[in-house]
Each structure stands twice: as C-alpha cells, then as structure tokens.
C-alpha cells in the first residue's frame, strides 16, 4: 500500500463528497416546498403570506440559487455547515449532537451482529449439514425477508406493551443514567444487528467453506497442527476477507438505513434532523447531514480497502 | 475444533440470563416524585411565543408563557393576567391587570409589557400568527401601570379571544430575540435536544396551589403507534393525539383512560379560478356526493363525526340543526346540480392530498370513490406534505383534502378557512367566489350584542351553504390517553382541544 495509492483514493472521496453535496442541494432546492411556509403552516394552519415573505427575508432565501450555492461552499471550507432554518441552530452542532448516537446504535448493533453472525457461521461450516446448519439456515432467510421496522415494531410489542420488561423507546444520556442508556439502547441494536448477523453468518460459513476446501488446509492439517490453530489461523484469516468487505459496506449503509429503527424506537440520532429537515425543506440541515453521511461513507469504505490492502498486499498493488 | 452445540447453547442462554438486571421498571419512581411524564408528538420546531410552529410546542407555550386570558375548562374565556376586560364608552377594548403577576425574573407583569408584547406582534417584521389580527389595533394606550386600552380600527367584537390563542402571550419587554421571559407556571429548566423537554413550577405564579406537579417531563414520540405503547408500557403518564385505531385499547385497558373531544376536521377546497369548481353548483354537488360516514368509519376507526355543513361545533350558540346538515349525503341531488351545471355527463379532474398523512389520504379515497359516482372522475394526487402545501398556496390543484382546526369555537376563528379573499394559503379554498359568507363574517366579527351574532352567523351559514367556500366532510376525534392516577386534565372542547396543554397546570396524580 503506497501514498500515492491512499492519495488517490483520498482525492476520488473527496470528489464524491462534493458531488453528493452539490447534488443534493440543487435537487432539494428544485423540489416544490417553500421553507418559510412550512414553518409557519405546522399543525396545517394558513400563515399570513406577508409573514412568510418576511420569514424568507430572514432567512436568506430571496437571494439567488447560485448566491446561496456560493455561500454554502464557502461555508464547508471554512467548517461551518450553516444554521438551520427552522431555528437557526448550527448544523454542526446538531450533527456533533446526533452523530454519536448513531454511531453507537451502528456500534451496538454491529458488534452483537458480529458476535452471533460470525462464530454461528464458523460452526455451521464446520459442522456443514448438522442440524444447527440447517436451523441457522432457515433462521438468517427468515431474518433477511422480514422488514426491519415489522421487527423493531414486534420486539415494542412483545417486551414493551406486553410483557413491560423494557421501554418503548426513546432516549436517555448515559451520563444521566447508564442503566436506563443501556436498556433503552438494547432493542434498536437487537433490530440492527437481526439483518446483518445473518449476512455475516452467510458470508462467513461460505467462505469457510470455500478456505476449508483449500490445499493448504489439508497440508496444516497433514503436519499435525491442532484443530484450532488450522481453523483460527489458517482458515478464518484467508475467510475473514470477504467477510471484513461486506461487514464495512453494511456499516456504511446502516448510516443511511438506521433511519426506521431510529424512528421506530424514537432514538434521536441523525435520522430523526434529517427527515424532519427534508420534510420541512431546512435546505442547510439536509445537506449538512447527507455531506456527513456521505464522508463517513467514503471514509468506511477507504478504510475497508485499507484493511483489504493490509489483509491481501496483491489488492493494492494491482 | 471444540465449540460444541452445548457451548453455543449455553451462551445463547446465559446471555438474556445477564441482561435480567437491567430489566426493570421504573414506571413508578418519577410518578413518586410528582413528575409528570408526557408523551409528546412532535419536537418543537422552536419555542418563539408568537410564532406558530404547531399544537405540540403550543402545549409547551401555554405553561412557560402567560396570556392575558386563557380558556377554562368549560371553554370559556377566562381572567389570567388581566383580571378583567370590558368595552368602554367608544368603542376601545379595556383591560385591567391582575395585581401580584410576575415574570419569571421577578419583574412584575404591568401595562407597558402588555403594549410593548402587542406592537411585537403586531409590527412591519414580525412573522406572528396572529399579526394580521393585531395590526387591526389603532394604539395600545396606558391607562396607568394596571390598566391598557385597545383602540381598534374597526370594531372587533372577538378581540380578548385573540389573546387566547396559544401564540399570543404577553412577555416582558426585556426579553430579546433568543430569550423569551414569560409568566406562565411553568419554566423551561432543560432539554434533550430532539427528544425531550423538561419544565419546573415557578413558585411565584400567581395563582396559588397552581401548578400542581412538581414538574412535567415531555417526551417525544413521533410515531403515534410508540407513542401509544410508551403508554400502555408505562414509559409515560399522558399521551397526545392517541391514534384512532388504539383508542379502543386504551378504553379497554384498566390502568388507562381516555378523553377525546370532536374539534379538527376534514374537507374540501377548491380551486375557484378555472371552472368546473369556479361554479357554486358543482361545489355544491361535490357537498351532496359524499357519504361522511364511510370517512368516519374508516380514515378514524369510528372515532369522529359527518360533517355535513358548516364547521359549527354542536352545542354553541351557533350551531343549528337544520344548517348543520345543508350538505346531508344527497346522490340524485347531487347528479341534479351537474346537470344544471352543464356537466351532466360528468368530468374529469385532480384530486390532491398528501400520502404522508393517512388521514388525508383515506379520506381522499373515499371522496374520489363518492365523486365517481357521480361522474367526477378524480385523478389522485398524493405528494409529500410540504409539496402538498406548496401547491394548495399557489392554486395548483383542482380540488384539494385539508385538514385544520379553527382558532376558537366563535365562529369568527372560522375565518381563516372560510374567507377565500384573504391572501392564497394552502388551508382555504383558492380564490373561490363566496361574497355573502365572507361578509356575514365581517358583520358578525364587528356586531358586540350576542343575539344578533348568533342571528349573523346562522346567515352565515346559509350563505355558505350556497356558495361552498369548502366542503366539511368529517369532524375527528381528538384524544388524550392518561394513567388512571392522572387526574384534574380536561380536553378542551371543540376546536380548543388544541389548547388543552393549559389544563397541565391544574393536573396531578391522584
């Protein structure tokens, strides 16, 4: 892995970013919705047309598209994203605010996929044909057709309004209360990590099952070396590598797809800003936050080729 | 390799086995300390106290924020800052403060705050609700520090229920843009940004023993089905807008119970530039086609009322039992007009709505099937809400679902949906010919005796009969669900419904 080859990638992540970027705040400005209305129209009251005019005035929005392109451009150079146009609060610090939470729902819901998805996926490979194989099966193709919000609206159901054992949903700072954080945080990770635990076991039990078949298995094994060590250290290594890439494109998708489980469990992420902001047309929020989304994307999956890379020196080379 | 089945087993075991500490409930704990815990629909897009930013950061406004009346529980104007109003002499609207109110920094509430807060309103930038209202107000006069005089420019009969409204409270002068000093019962002490709000008693409210919890804790649930099982899980002692399919769970379920009150409504506007609909009679047949109670039974579960007439809420002085059904469901009528119309070979045409609302929606499918059977065949235009409000204020529609409540139950607070010569808003009909209804409005708006307003506004209603300003089609049911041990809230009735969040005041857990 050379410089010039980060460089590169660098240069194409920051080119996307931009484009995105642009993209967006053009389509969303091309959409019917006047901001200023929607404000003052919430509960679906008549505003006083002179009061929305003035309330555009305010808010910079009689100014020229191009006017306003410039500025928000040369906002993202100097680090500020603007301020919303809902209540002038600055886009970075509602990012800064919701970002982490959904980082931690993502991180919740990733490693509890990673813990169930990956060693179930071992032990399906290796015992291929077992019962526990076909159960697990059954079970991913089931966790894969149900909709994540028929989940998330289920796991309410059963342990919220029935059996009362957790909350709802909603929000607590852990610095406020670890244990209600904890608990209130446990069944939008189980709803996250249900769709990716059965890709990660899928993935993982093939290419298990595709290392397993190689010669250089059954020459580790020919030599003596334990069970164990030919399965950790030379099976999962050589298997871990398609796994790791599918692993970092969900963990970039579920930056944009925590959206229902953020809404269903009303945990106030990015997802929260952002569909209030597109419904609203809060032009500087939407872009803030999709710029966001999409540079922590690019960033994941630059990181996954560096994994790559690291895992496989040929990818980089080539 | 020696992961066995059991070893798996027995970490898919042992793993709920550790996460029973957590599980507990601690539903009762804050309900021990006298928080009330209330599940709100919606964030508050801001808290500005003159600006209308919807019915959920109303509820939030009426407690933080003081008005000089409110409305009681029977729904009737009531002293809060002023102790007393009154006509005087020429005509001027007169209020007296009550003595002892004062902000939330200590500063007493006195008659330059009162004109200071109206010429806000009222002023060349303002962007408040009620502007338009208030720039009918020639000059505030003080009278002496207790006392304000309101000269109007024309009479203005319903002028102490503009400050009723949940957008109009009196702050002090020393507020700025960015820090409101109100003199409500409550103060905002903390917010979760996006999910929760957190309120505490001022202790020099002036009315003692109010408020009656020792604090309110809003929390937002947006989506109605969790904000129901944030209820019936015990996350939260009162809901908001209880969705109409989990009203009957809510009446069921032992430990909760349920106010609604019939205020909101559904109906029809039309564009009133381009025919078919710029002729009274086609609006009047689209009146006749409906059948209401097919929108009640299924866009609102039952839960709500036809509509047949006028929005006159039933058991005001207003309300009259012939008028209110002038639109009754009528198909042969209804054929009758299109004929005489000259559409007696029906017509096609666009119905818009909103998909993001399912009571629009709904609704819009059901008159689309009523209208087709008339011959109105309607293209149904569903796009997302903030399109749908775009196109309603510029006329881009033919006929168009809304759904609004009025201001108050006066039916002055009609005005709004009712007079198509005010500026074009997505919530009225656009620029549709109705001159008698829009000037029985006027003539009731400026007319001080009881009786003859009442006479007035029957006028009005028959005028609007004839001319379709809008098409009612259904009221809906407004619901607060609540644990059984909340006692003391009412649901406002009618159109107030909106302004129940005053009522949090006078809540408390039995």
Redo the contacts between chains.
């Keep these: 892995m050379s410089a010039t080859w980060l460089a590169r990638k660098l240069c194409v992540a920051i080119f996307l970013a931009w484009l995105v970027a642009t993209i967006v705040f053009l389509s969303l400005h091309m959409v019917p919705g006047d901001p200023a209305e929607l404000l003052l129209s919430t509960g679906g009251t008549s505003p006083d047309p002179y009061a929305v005019a003035e309330l555009r005035e305010k808010l910079g929005l009689e100014r020229p598209l191009i006017a306003q392109y410039g500025s928000f451009l040369a906002g993202v150079l100097r680090g500020d994203l603007g301020n919303s146009l809902v209540d002038d609060y600055p886009v970075l610090q509602e990012i800064a605010l919701r970002l982490p939470r959904t980082l931690e729902l993502i991180a919740a819901g990733s490693l509890l996929a990673i813990l169930v998805g990956v060693p179930a996926g071992v032990y399906a490979a290796l015992h291929r044909g077992g019962a526990f194989d076909r159960a697990a099966s059954w079970v991913t193709a089931l966790l894969l057709a149900v909709p994540v919000f028929v989940v998330g609206t289920l796991l309410v159901l059963l342990f919220a309004q029935t059996l009362r054992l957790m909350p709802a949903g909603g929000f607590v700072a852990f610095s406020q209360d670890p244990a209600q954080h904890m608990k209130l945080l446990t069944l939008p990770a189980i709803a996250i990590a249900k769709g990716l635990a059965a890709v990660l076991f899928r993935m993982t039990r093939a290419a298990m099952l595709d290392a397993l078949a190689h010669d250089y298995v059954r020459t580790a094994r020919a030599k003596g070396l334990a069970p164990r060590r030919v399965v950790f250290v030379h099976v999962l290594r050589n298997a871990l590598n398609p796994v790791v890439t599918v692993l970092g494109l969900h963990m970039g998708t579920l930056l944009g797809g925590t959206v229902l489980v953020e809404y269903v469990f009303n945990w106030p992420g990015m997802s929260t800003p952002l569909l209030r902001a597109v419904e609203g047309r809060d032009y500087p929020m939407v872009v803030g936050i999709v710029l966001t989304i999409s540079v922590l994307f690019l960033l994941i999956n630059l990181l996954v080729e560096v994994v790559h890379a690291l895992l496989d020196p040929r990818i980089a080379h080539s | ?3 066995s ?1 059991r070893t ?1 087993l027995a970490a898919g075991m042992a793993t709920p086995l550790a ?1 029973l500490p ?2 507990g ?2 539903a009762f704990a804050q309900r021990a300390s006298g928080i009330l815990r209330y599940g709100l629909s919606a964030f508050p ?2 808290l500005q106290p003159w ?5 959920s ?2 509820t939030v406004k009426l407690l933080i924020h003081r008005s000089l009346v409110s409305y009681g529980p029977d729904g009737n104007l009531r002293g809060e800052l002023a102790e007393s109003w009154s006509l005087d002499g020429e005509g001027a609207w007169v209020f007296k403060l009550r003595q002892g109110c004062v902000f939330h920094n200590g500063d007493p509430v006195t008659a330059d705050d009162v004109k200071w807060s109206i010429e806000q309103i009222a002023g060349e ?5 009620m ?2 209202q208030f720039q009918e107000v020639a000059r505030v006069e003080i009278v002496d520090p207790a006392t304000v005089r309101l000269v109007t420019k024309t009479p203005q009969a319903t002028l102490p229920s503009w400050f009723g409204n949940y957008n109009t409270f009196i702050l002090s002068r020393k507020s700025t843009p960015t820090e409101f000093i109100g003199a409500g019962p409550f103060r905002l002490v903390g917010q ?5 709000l957190e309120l505490a008693p001022f202790d020099k409210f002036y009315r003692p023993g109010i408020p009656k919890v020792k604090g309110i804790k809003f ?5 109605e ?2 904000r129901n ?2 209820l ?4 939260v002692d009162m809901i908001e807008y209880v969705p109409w399919q989990s009203m009957a769970a809510v009446e069921a379920d032992p430990r909760l119970k349920l106010t609604t009150q019939e205020g909101p409504f559904m109906d029809v506007l039309f564009n009133g530039t381009k025919p078919p609909f710029n002729d009274a009679r086609v609006r009047r047949a689209v009146a006749h086609a409906v059948k209401r109670d097919d929108i009640v039974k299924v866009a609102f579960f039952g839960r709500g009322k036809p509509l047949e007439g006028v929005p006159i809420v039933e058991g005001t002085p207003w309300w009259d039992k012939e008028l209110a059904h002038g639109w009754n469901y009528d198909p042969a009528r209804a054929k009758a007009l299109l004929t005489e119309a000259g559409y007696g070979n029906g017509f096609q045409t666009t119905l818009l709505a909103t998909a ?1 609302f399912g009571m629009h929606k709904d609704t819009a499918e059901i008159v689309q099937q009523y209208l087709a059977a008339i011959g109105i065949q309607c293209e149904l235009q569903l ?5 749908r ?3 309603g ?1 510029k006329g881009q529609y033919d006929i168009a679902i ?4 009025a201001d108050n139950n006066d039916p002055d607070g009609l005005t ?2 009712l007079d198509t010569s ?7 009909s656009y620029r549709v010919d109705a001159p008698r209804t829009i000037a029985a409005l006027a003539k009731g708006r400026g007319e001080f005796d009881q009786a003859k307003r009442v006479e007035i506004y029957k006028e009005m209603q028959r005028a609007a009969l004839e001319e379709v300003p809008l098409v009612g089609l259904a009221w809906r049911s407004q619901g607060y669900g609540m644990d059984k041990s909340v006692e003391g809230f009412v649901n406002l009735p009618g159109a107030l419904s ?1 302004s129940s969040g005053n009522m949090l005041e006078q809540t408390y857990f039995g």
């Design positions: 390799m020696t992961i089945r798996l996460t957590i599980l409930r601690p897009p801001n600006v209308s930013t919807g019915a950061a109303g930038k303002s962007t408040a609700y502007r338009a979760e940004r996006g999910s929760s929390v937002v649930y947006a989506d089905n969790l099982a944030a019936q899980s015990g996350d993001q796009p997302d809400w903030s399109t409000v775009a196109r204020s809304h759904g609004v409540s709004v949906v005010l500026s074009p808003a997505h919530g009225r909106n």
